[in-house]
């Protein structure tokens, strides 16, 4: 009997050891695990975020049709819908002339160093994170009749933007890219860049 007993110890003093194995085997993979839900959880948090800045700015400049001021009551709608994100990590926001409803951003635009660009079938005004966070009129210009040379908005400007029925109105699409930097900084690189784009039509006037 006594044997017996001792065999039992011996047997749950094994258990306890193979328990103790598998628990320092199995706990990086679920820290890994809960880390990795939370760096996506975040992340997915800003793309909702950059998406629905994208789909407000669409609206407003589409409202806004050839108004003087147009992209900048657009880029206000994109500063508004995009506040939990700060400047610092907005890399650009680019306001482009498209052919139809899904038309994707213009790559030189995305790309470029410019204020913007107006060549060929090419049109947008490229924005900084700096410059959302400097919003004024005044970096637009008010004149009624062009935009002006150094305003932010003169490589597609706003008054040129075709807004009648009869002649086809102009797709006005906004895209916006941010960094998303890694919080726990377990995972390779530094982040991510999210990027998302939203194209409306201009509001029709008769």
């Known amino acids: 009997m006594s044997r017996l007993w001792a065999l039992r110890r011996r047997r749950r003093a094994g258990?306890?050891?193979?328990a103790l194995v598998e628990m320092i085997l199995f706990t990086p993979i679920l820290v890994m695990i809960a880390i990795g839900i939370l760096e996506f959880g975040l992340a997915?948090?800003?793309?909702?975020?950059?998406?629905?800045?994208t789909r407000a700015g669409a609206?407003?400049?589409?409202?806004?049709g050839n108004d003087r001021l147009a992209d900048y009551n657009t880029l206000l709608a994109v500063q508004s819908a995009i506040a939990s994100i700060p400047n610092t990590?907005?890399?650009r926001v680019v306001i482009y002339k498209s052919t139809t409803t899904d038309g994707?951003?213009?790559?030189?635009c995305t790309n470029t160093t410019a204020q913007g660009i107006a060549s060929g079938t090419t049109f947008c005004n490229v924005y900084t994170g700096a410059q959302l966070a400097s919003l004024s009129a005044a970096n637009f210009g008010t004149s009624g009749t062009?935009?002006?040379?150094?305003?932010?908005?003169?490589?597609?400007?706003?008054?040129?933007?075709?807004?009648?029925?009869?002649?086809g109105a102009d797709y006005l699409g906004v895209w916006v890219s941010i960094s998303?930097?890694?919080?726990?900084?377990?995972?390779?690189?530094?982040?991510?860049?999210?990027k998302d784009s939203a194209v409306m039509r201009l509001e029709p006037s008769v």
């Open 146 to 167: 062009s935009c002006a040379t150094g305003a932010w908005d003169a490589a597609w400007c706003p008054l040129g933007r075709q807004s009648q029925m009869a002649a």
């Open 89 to 91: 990590r907005i890399n």
């Open 180 to 194: 998303h930097p890694y919080v726990t900084k377990v995972f390779p690189g530094s982040g991510l860049t999210i």
């Open 59 to 64: 609206r407003v400049g589409s409202n806004a």
């Open 104 to 108: 994707s951003v213009p790559t030189a």
């Open 15 to 18: 258990d306890r050891g193979a």
């Open 44 to 53: 997915w948090r800003d793309s909702i975020t950059v998406a629905g800045a």
